[in-house]
Every structure is written in C-alpha cells, then in structure tokens.
C-alpha cells in the first residue's frame, strides 16, 4: 500500500521476484532477477513482490517502509506446493 526499499546489509547475491499482475497468480506471472551486487530495489506501491531471496548467510537488509497506522500491505500467498524454478546460469 506504499513504495518499499530493501538495502542490503552485505556484498552478497539475492533473488527479486515480483508480478505486475494482481491475485491470483501462479508461478508462470512471476519475474524473476539475480542481483550479485550491492545495489538495492525499490518497489512501487501495489507492486507484488516475494520477500528478498537472499542466496547465502547472513541475507541482512535495511528496509525503508511507509509509516503511520493501518496496515501497510495486502498480503497473498501462492499454495506451499507451488514450483518455483530459477535457473541461475548468467549467461543466459
């Protein structure tokens, strides 16, 4: 329900995975990219996004959020059994 920023804490890879669709999806509206820098993303507000995917420990990000009261997001979840296959050769 407002614009998010996700920093991360650390120089290690991490998986977006967001939609531009709206609920319901399935795994086939996905998008997916692999950051190996430390650059952060930002969403924008009524962006459907995963939570960070961060490919080793610690995985630590600073997170800039809308504040005041309300809720801040809508949440929807894809069924646990749902695959989600990422092939993570850059040369692709």
Not at 18 to 31: E, H, K, M, Q, R
Not at 39 to 51: C, E, I, N
Not at 70 to 80: Q, R, S, T
């Amino acid at each position: 329900l407002g614009s998010q920023l996700f920093v991360p804490l650390g120089d290690y890879p991490y998986l977006v995975v967001v939609t531009d669709g709206a609920p319901p999806f399935d795994a086939a509206d996905l998008s997916v990219f692999l950051i190996t820098d430390v650059r952060g993303v930002s969403y924008q507000k009524g962006l459907w996004h995963l939570p960070l995917c961060p490919l080793y420990e610690p995985g630590q990000f600073l997170v800039v959020d809308r504040g005041g009261s309300g809720k801040n997001v809508d949440e929807f979840y894809l069924p646990a059994d749902t695959p989600i296959t990422v092939d993570l050769d850059p040369s692709r």
